[in-house]
């Protein structure tokens, strides 16, 4: 590889009629320092090779490319709306492909403050968006790219508003509120403010998530997503009619636990041994599924989650995964989900590596 410098002799012409002077315009691709080709290059090397900036500078300059880290940085984020278009179009179409999504949450650096990357895939799709919070209001943003939160005060929202153990009283007081009426964030937020102004800054968090997800159910702009699956984050609860827990991550709780005396290695160990074996069953499962098969499989969870072991702590913890039996079992159900997240962990990693 080398460099190419190119000169190029633009043609002018002069209007005597309208007294202007035309100069034909540079091929397309061509605009600013460099060509389509290095442009194109340096794109694949940083979303198709998770190539770094840094690296990329090093990179170039080992061809002889001279180029500031300015020119770089703009290449790769300004001027793309076709890119962006596509996204959109990618997007809402990967939404729209199936009732169930992989979500997972990562964290990200924005001119050097935290923020978190959302990943929304399927076996269609990746997407990745950027945002300075990982909350229940986040996660519904995702699920209706481009589109503002919207929300609702209705017997539904009430009730996920006594789920969320709001007191009665500023139950009775949110009555004032407009009622089955679609409202902006803004100006829920001001009549919050206005008949609420009391509510601590949880309270009102909890209120706008319940708003939002009843709105969210009801809106008929994007496709409504029935699973998620997901881990087993508070974020993600109680937006999607269910919810797929990942096995991959419900087993790394396992993984953690690091017994002292002999007796509890090996009661570990064989517990570990069976939890994968339960787990390649489940798999077999979703190649032939049958009422019979998903009644011995739930009779299987249990005796394994709920049968002491002698082990305090890996007891404490089969606790812990046997309240989540409807997440984990979810399968059972719908054949077609698939038992863990790592398609939006993998893809979590790979936005990692990038930045």
Known sequence: ????????????????????????????????????????LIISLYYGGNMTQGKLLEFLADLGISISAGYLSNLLIKNHSGFETEKKEVYDSGLASSPWQHFDQTGARVGGVNHTTNIICNP??????????????????????????????????????????????????????????????????????????????????????????????????????????????PQFKLITADRALCWVHEGRHYKKLSPVFHCHQVILEQFLDDFWDYYRELLAYKNAPSPEAALLLRSKFLLLFETQSGYELLDERKQLTATKVSELLRVLEHPELPLHNNPAELAARTCCAAT
């Open 124 to 233: 269609l799709y990746t997407v990745y968006f950027t945002t300075a919070n990982k909350d229940r209001l986040t996660v519904l943003k995702g699920l209706q790219p481009g589109r503002e939160l919207k929300f609702i005060l209705n017997p539904l929202t009430f009730s996920l508003i006594e789920d969320f153990k709001i007191p009665i009283k500023w139950q009775n007081a949110l009555q004032l509120l407009p009622q089955e009426t679609v409202l902006g964030e803004s100006e829920f937020n001001h009549l919050l403010n206005k008949y609420v102004p009391k509510l601590g800054a949880q309270q009102v968090t909890r209120i706008k998530e319940a708003a939002a997800i009843v709105f969210y159910h009801q809106q008929t702009d994007c496709p409504v997503v029935q699973t998620l699956c997901c881990d087993d984050a």
């Open 1 to 40: 590889m080398a460099t190419d410098n190119i000169l190029f002799r633009k043609q002018k012409y002069y209007s005597p009629s309208l007294r202007k002077t035309y100069v034909a315009e540079l091929p397309l691709g061509y605009e600013g320092e460099f060509g389509p080709g290095i442009k194109a």
